[in-house]
């Protein structure tokens, strides 16, 4: 998904995290930077209360305004425009959605420049025409350590996932090409289609929520949608020929709708960066 225009002006806001702090994340000893006394306590909303798997909208960090989680950009640019707030590398963040509930909570307890940097622009225009912008970033050690807690817990979550359906013997889903029925393991119908129809979207083991997958594959192919090169076409017919002949019984890498349901793209989020 492209990200709003109004990320243009805040990517340049992320180029550099060094800027002015203040408060607490303002000490000069980087010995100290490095150091938080008290366990992060994950995850809670700001009342205290564990927040509920599968909510379906996130908050935004200072005000009541609600995104859903699938419309995590426009919470973003909503956080920048109102609140001046940038959040950099977000695409890295392992699960948003408590990431936020972690930080509305933290911002009632401190100001935000005890955690934020602080980015004047404009600074050579008269006063009344500048503005400050927040970056939280992973320069601040309690952010580091949230995302690094997060990870781990996606990690832990996905892999359970995994290992989970890899067990399973209940699945029971249909061919989206020749309606053939199938029962048991969900590699039956992977390893079917891969053989039968070549189309091929990896390994089994390779691949988590697989239910949620074939799910979101076939609503595209009721509404006509080519799995590739994602053009819509008139009917089913013209649709199925038309993914034979140009060899398109493939997904399209370039979508990043699919990349949740690749384990190796949870492990991705886990390395240390070079």
């Given at each position: ?12 806001l ?8 203040g ?5 000069g ?10 366990p ?19 908050p ?7 995104f ?17 707030i ?9 699960d ?6 972690y ?9 935000i ?7 004047r622009?404009?600074?050579t225009?008269?006063?009344?025409e ?7 970033c992973?320069?601040l050690?309690e952010?580091r350590?949230l995302?690094?807690e997060?990870q781990?817990?996606k ?6 996932q995994q ?9 029971h889903?249909?061919c989206?090409?020749c309606?053939?029925?199938?029962l048991?393991?969900?590699?039956v119908?992977?390893n ?14 390779n691949?988590v ?7 979101t ?8 949608q080519c ?12 649709l ?7 060899q ?7 979508n990043?709708?699919?990349?949740r ?11 240390s960066?070079?």
């Amino acid at each position: 998904m492209a990200a709003p225009k109004a990320w243009g002006a805040a990517a340049g806001l992320e180029e550099d995290c060094g800027g002015t702090r203040g408060g607490v994340g303002s000490g000069g000893n980087a010995d100290s930077k490095d150091c938080i006394l008290e366990p992060l306590s994950l995850p809670e909303s700001p009342g205290g209360t564990t927040i509920l798997k599968g909510s379906p909208s996130v908050p935004c960090i200072f005000c009541e305004e609600h995104f859903p989680v699938a419309e995590q950009d426009k919470l973003l640019k909503h956080m920048i425009i109102e609140h001046k707030i940038v959040i950099a590398d977000v695409k890295l963040v392992a699960d948003f959605q408590r990431y936020v509930l972690y930080w509305r909570k933290r911002f009632t307890e401190q100001p935000i420049t005890d955690f934020c940097t602080v980015i004047r622009i404009n600074s050579t225009a008269p006063p009344e025409e500048q503005d400050n912008y927040f970056l939280l970033c992973d320069v601040l050690p309690e952010d580091r350590i949230l995302r690094e807690e997060l990870q781990k817990q996606k990690l832990k979550e996905i892999l359970e996932q995994q290992q989970q359906e890899r067990s399973d013997t209940s699945f029971h889903g249909s061919c989206m090409f020749c309606s053939e029925e199938f029962l048991g393991n969900r590699s039956v119908l992977l390893n079917h289609m891969a053989r039968e129809h070549a189309f091929n979207i990896g390994l089994p083991d390779n691949i988590v929520y697989c239910s949620e997958f074939l799910c979101t594959l076939q609503r595209k192919l009721d509404n006509l949608q080519c799995l590739y090169c994602e053009k819509t076409f008139r009917d089913k017919n013209t649709l199925k020929d038309h993914m034979r002949k140009k060899q398109h019984r493939r997904i399209n890498p370039k979508n990043k709708e699919y990349d949740r349901f690749y384990v190796i793209n949870y492990l991705a989020l886990t390395e240390s960066p070079v």
